[in-house]
C-alpha cells in the first residue's frame, strides 16, 4: 500500500500526534440533543467537543481506494 502525504498527516491527527487541529462548529442537534460537528476554516466562538487522539485506530481500505484501475 502507498500513503501519500495527507494520508500520513490524517493518521498522526486520528492519533493527536500532529500537534495541529481543525476548527469546528456545530452542523446539526437532533431532537435527542445529540450535537453533529463539521470541520471549518474559521475558529468556532463556542467551546467544541476533542476530536483526534485515539488509542487505537482501525483503518477500512477499500478496492477503489487503489492507484492501480484495471
Known amino acids: 500500500m ?6 500520513i498527516a490524517y493518521q498522526l491527527w486520528k492519533l493527536g500526534l500532529l500537534g495541529k487541529d ?18 471549518t ?7 467544541a467537543p476533542s476530536f483526534g487522539g485515539g488509542s487505537e485506530i482501525y483503518n477500512v481500505i477499500d478496492s477503489r ?5 484495471t
Not at 2 to 7: A, C, I, L, R, S
Not at 22 to 35: A, E, I, K, N, S
Not at 65 to 69: A, I, L, V, W
Open 2 to 7: 502507498t500513503y501519500v502525504g495527507k494520508d
Open 22 to 39: 481543525f476548527h469546528y462548529r456545530p452542523l446539526r442537534t437532533y431532537l435527542d440533543g445529540h450535537v453533529a460537528w463539521v470541520s
Open 65 to 69: 481506494q487503489s492507484y492501480c484501475r
Open 41 to 47: 476554516e474559521e475558529p468556532y466562538d463556542g467551546a
